[in-house]
């Protein structure tokens, strides 16, 4: 007999063991974790459950759940919908309001997993829980700042409304006022006709405007940085034997204010582009020297340790097509690069010619692009939720698309976040 109390203290010792380790288990759990009995008293809450209801540990086993942590008013829903759980009903899912001890409520997202004895008797419910208030507090203002929208589109509707039939009555009344003067009419609908023309030319000009001032400020933002470094550059060079930094220094803000001009050229042809009108101009030329303007321009962006690593270069035959966009190419491509890598990660440019076609891999190991949004990557003004705080337009990659088109090659790429992307672009040599 003594031998089988000892296995049973054992059992139980074994046991208190185990349902302490699950309660550690379930207390590092991010959701409130409870568990109700048959009539709906608490058997188990973890930390989570307890820092939401302002409890200490224990206090809150053996208790009414209903009663002591559900508001008044949702109470007697609470009761059905436990009742139906206890009938054998599956509620997988279900909302409802909690109250802490100190009075404070919250919105929480249940699942619910009905608990069973051996035979199949239902005991209870084990619950986890999502605070989900803040969530809809903010789907709730979402929802007013949507109404308030519409109220005012509503509103701003009928004064238009009101304006149009006003210019309508004026119009009836001008064609009464000058039936019998049909040459004085015809004149009339041909000035109404011009005036629409140019509304419609000024508003197409105004959304130019606006597209310009949003490209400046992303692709001028290093040529200009360049330009500003290197002129203070100079003005420390003062003494005579620093002449050759001082015309280093001049040669780049000739360089970048050269870069800049033609930019500035490619962004009041963007309608022009997507129109195919943008003309094309090739010269035979090195990939050298443009290797060369692309990496000075970009020097002022690299980051700490970063660096510019290229392959291939010397292999390359002179070019025959267009210099200033094959530049802005690379120009766009690896100041994003650069913009999207850390400090101390290189970005690494590969160049080879197969088939007639000029290849270029430009490769970083910086954020990469979530998979989910690459679909969307050469689409004007995208930019994805990954580098939402890093300033940009989300324009780039649309212009560097529709530059690789007009010199009749095409672009792809791969991307792995956080290990980072590779643009790849083919040219043709030859163009017909």
Same mark, same amino acid.
């Not at 409870?34 to 809450?45: A, S």
């Not at 650069?338 to 990660?345: A, D, L, N, R, V």
């Not at 690459?374 to 890093?390: D, G, K, M, P, S």
């Given at each position: 007999?003594?031998?089988?109390?000892?296995?049973?203290?054992?059992?139980?010792?074994?046991?208190?063991?185990?349902?302490?380790?699950?309660?550690?288990?379930?207390?590092?759990?991010?959701?409130?974790?409870?568990?109700?009995?048959?009539?709906?008293?608490?058997?188990?809450?973890?930390?989570?459950?307890?820092?939401?209801?302002?409890?200490?540990?224990?206090?809150?086993?053996?208790?009414?759940?209903?009663?002591?942590?559900?508001?008044?008013?949702?109470?007697?829903?609470?009761?059905?919908?436990?009742?139906?759980?206890?009938?054998?009903?599956?509620?997988?899912?279900?909302?409802?309001?909690?109250?802490?001890?100190?009075?404070?409520?919250?919105?929480?997202?249940?699942?619910?997993?009905?608990?069973?004895?051996?035979?199949?008797?239902?005991?209870?419910?084990?619950?986890?829980?999502?605070?989900?208030?803040?969530?809809?507090?903010?789907?709730?203002?979402?929802?007013?700042?949507?109404?308030?929208?519409?109220?005012?589109?509503?509103?701003?509707?009928?004064?238009?409304?009101?304006?149009?039939?006003?210019?309508?009555?004026? &119009?009836?009344?001008?064609?009464?006022?000058?039936?019998?003067?049909?040459?004085?009419?015809?004149?009339?609908?041909?000035?109404?006709?011009?005036?629409?023309?140019?509304?419609?030319?000024?508003?197409?000009?105004?959304?130019?405007?606006?597209?310009?001032?949003?490209?400046?400020?992303?692709?001028?933002?290093?040529?200009?940085?360049?330009?500003?470094?290197?002129?203070?550059?100079?003005?420390?060079?003062?003494?005579?034997?620093?002449?050759?930094?001082?015309?280093?220094?001049?040669?780049?803000?000739?360089?970048?204010?050269?870069?800049?001009?033609?930019?500035? &050229?490619?962004?009041?042809?963007?309608?022009?582009?997507?129109?195919?009108?943008?003309?094309?101009?090739?010269?035979?030329?090195?990939?050298?020297?443009?290797?060369?303007?692309?990496?000075?321009?970009?020097?002022?962006?690299?980051?700490?340790?970063?660096?510019?690593?290229?392959?291939?270069?010397?292999?390359?035959?002179?070019?025959?097509?267009?210099?200033?966009?094959?530049?802005?190419?690379?120009?766009?491509?690896?100041?994003?690069?650069?913009?999207?890598?850390?400090?101390?990660?290189?970005?690494?440019?590969?160049?080879?010619?197969?088939?007639?076609?000029?290849?270029?891999?430009?490769?970083?190991?910086?954020?990469?692009?979530?998979?989910?949004?690459?679909?969307?990557?050469?689409?004007?003004?995208?930019?994805?939720?990954?580098?939402?705080?890093?300033?940009?337009?989300?324009?780039?990659?649309?212009?560097?698309?529709?530059?690789?088109?007009?010199?009749?090659?095409?672009?792809?790429?791969?991307?792995?976040?956080?290990?980072?992307?590779?643009?790849?672009?083919?040219?043709?040599?030859?163009?017909?």
């Amino acid at each position: 007999m003594v031998h089988d109390l000892t296995q049973q203290k054992t059992a139980e010792s074994a046991l208190q063991r185990e349902k302490e380790r699950a309660q550690r288990y379930l207390n590092i759990a991010n959701t409130i974790i409870v568990i109700l009995d048959r009539d709906g008293k608490i058997k188990l809450l973890n930390e989570k459950g307890r820092r939401i209801l302002e409890v200490e540990p224990g206090e809150a086993i053996g208790k009414e759940w209903v009663d002591h942590f559900i508001p008044d008013s949702y109470r007697s829903e609470v009761k059905v919908v436990f009742r139906a759980l206890m009938d054998g009903r599956d509620i997988e899912y279900y909302e409802n309001y909690v109250q802490s001890a100190s009075g404070k409520q919250h919105l929480v997202a249940w699942h619910n997993t009905l608990l069973r004895d051996d035979n199949g008797e239902i005991t209870g419910t084990l619950s986890s829980g999502i605070d989900i208030s803040a969530q809809r507090e903010a789907e709730d203002r979402i929802i007013r700042l949507n109404q308030e929208l519409e109220k005012r589109v509503a509103a701003r509707t009928e004064e238009l409304a009101e304006v149009v039939n006003q210019l309508l009555g004026i &119009n009836k009344q001008l064609k009464h006022e000058i039936k019998e003067r049909e040459t004085a009419e015809a004149a009339l609908k041909t000035k109404e006709k011009q005036l629409t023309t140019a509304l419609e030319k000024e508003k197409e000009l105004n959304e130019l405007k606006s597209r310009f001032v949003s490209m400046a400020s992303h692709e001028f933002r290093t040529p200009l940085s360049t330009i500003l470094s290197s002129a203070d550059l100079i003005e420390a060079y003062q003494k005579e034997e620093q002449q050759k930094k001082r015309l280093r220094h001049t040669q780049r803000i000739k360089t970048s204010v050269a870069n800049l001009t033609s930019i500035l &050229n490619d962004f009041l042809s963007l309608s022009r582009l997507e129109e195919g009108k943008l003309s094309f101009n090739p010269s035979e030329f090195e990939l050298t020297a443009v290797w060369k303007e692309v990496e000075e321009g970009v020097q002022g962006m690299l980051k700490k340790g970063q660096q510019l690593n290229i392959k291939g270069l010397d292999q390359i035959p002179d070019l025959n097509t267009d210099r200033r966009i094959l530049q802005n190419i690379f120009y766009n491509l690896l100041s994003n690069a650069i913009k999207y890598s850390g400090e101390g990660q290189p970005i690494d440019c590969r160049v080879h010619c197969k088939n007639g076609d000029l290849k270029i891999a430009i490769q970083d190991y910086g954020i990469g692009i979530p998979e989910s949004e690459q679909q969307h990557l050469f689409t004007r003004f995208f930019r994805a939720h990954n580098v939402e705080n890093i300033q940009g337009t989300g324009l780039g990659l649309n212009i560097v698309k529709g530059y690789v088109d007009l010199l009749g090659g095409h672009i792809t790429f791969e991307s792995v976040p956080e290990q980072g992307s590779t643009f790849r672009v083919t040219i043709p040599l030859e163009h017909h």
